[in-house]
């Protein structure tokens, strides 16, 4: 007798392309018992197998069949959706002492949910470790180590909203003492954007220090995220690269919340958004970019930020807004970033009041040293 999964694989199969040799084959496993049978027909009561189960119940060829059929036959009976099916079934139980074999049929049904159950926590549990490791992993893609930069304090942070997220920022250190700083949210959640994520840091990381046109090496990464992502899945991205000799900020954004640079003078704070770029990545094959450029001065407060922050809901489903995170980050001139990162968190967290986090949250903090 062949495995019992191959025997349900088989059967499933002759009963649409060759129902009289599907009945031959069953009739030989019926005759067989055994835990085989036993396997077959408690197996077969998920709403795709009525095919399966109008096999069965028009398969008997005596009264002495349909008697060994019966607990199943009645159990199938209260399930049952499809017409025909259900007529045969019926059919098969005409004539029938069925009230020892309605008991025997609800030990059957209680013991095939019961298993059923502990398959379904079984997998469960299985999932949950899986997604326990690719959490970790995840936790490792992102900066483990901040390059020493010369006047500048910077941090960075991702609070993903299930167990693994889409939002990526990295620090890349570069030649020549330049720190590159990415930021980026994909499209969706789950496995499939901490996917498309590690594609987006592994394609950025590859092509970074190949040289200093920064349009045209967001076209290389888009380009590369392209030909790895499927054509539903694309990404917000901003990179830079900071020069602390000069303290200048070369830039491309693409498609991203753009970044605020906040200025603080004698007279007000002064507040700049670092727009410049082109489309988000991976979406087009030959995306178009354009790399801006801003001259940072000392004191000069940088916050980058996916959605996640600014759209951070309460239970009344408002949203917090760039206006107030902007607002409070006016008020944080001074502080370390780690400090500054810690209280746009919980302003947003505070403002949320329990509602659940329903989007990846990310920050990236720089403030220009004195």
Not at 88 to 104: F, M
Not at 118 to 145: C, D, K, S, T, Y
Request: glycine share 8%; with cysteine; aromatic share 6%.
């Amino acid at each position: 007798m062949e495995p019992p999964e191959i025997l349900y694989e088989r059967l499933r199969q002759l009963a649409v392309e060759d129902p009289r040799e599907a009945r031959r084959v069953f009739l030989k496993l019926l005759d067989s018992g055994g835990p085989a049978l036993d396997h077959f027909l408690g197996r077969i009561s998920s709403p795709g197998d009525g095919r399966l189960r109008q096999l069965v119940a028009n398969a008997p060829r005596d009264h002495r069949d349909r008697e060994r059929l019966t607990p199943h036959l009645i159990a199938w009976q209260e399930i049952e959706t499809d017409e025909f099916t259900h007529r045969a079934i019926v059919g098969a139980l005409k004539g029938l002492d069925t009230r020892s074999a309605a008991q025997t049929a609800l030990a059957l049904e209680v013991a095939r949910l019961t298993t059923a159950i502990g398959r379904e926590m079984a997998q469960r549990e299985r999932l949950n470790r899986e997604l326990e490791i690719a959490r970790e992993v995840q936790e490792h893609l992102f900066p483990q180590h901040l390059p020493s930069v010369p006047g500048l304090d910077y941090c960075g942070r991702c609070r993903p909203a299930r167990e693994v997220g889409g939002d990526y920022y990295d620090f890349l250190e570069l030649p020549e003492g330049r720190l590159g700083i990415a930021i980026g949210d994909v499209s969706g959640k789950g496995i499939g954007a901490a996917l498309m994520m590690a594609s987006l840091e592994a394609s950025l990381r590859g092509q970074a220090s190949v040289g200093h046109d920064l349009a045209e090496l967001m076209k290389r990464v888009n380009n590369l995220v392209y030909e790895a992502s499927s054509a539903s899945r694309y990404a917000t991205f901003f990179y830079a690269e900071y020069d602390p000799r000069s303290r200048q900020l070369s830039y491309v954004n693409a498609g991203h919340v753009p970044p605020v640079v906040l200025r603080k003078s004698a007279a007000a704070c002064q507040v700049f958004r670092l727009e410049s770029g082109g489309p988000v990545i991976g979406l087009l094959r030959q995306g178009r970019y354009q790399r801006d450029s801003f001259r940072l001065k000392p004191r000069d407060l940088i916050v980058l930020f996916t959605d996640g922050v600014s759209e951070s809901m309460n239970t009344r489903n408002e949203e917090w807004g760039e206006d107030r995170l902007i607002e409070l980050a006016e008020t944080c001139f001074g502080l370390p970033a780690s400090e500054v990162m810690t209280r746009i968190l919980a302003a947003a967290e505070a403002f949320a009041a329990g509602a659940p986090q329903h989007d990846d949250m990310t920050l990236v903090v720089l403030r220009v040293l004195d």
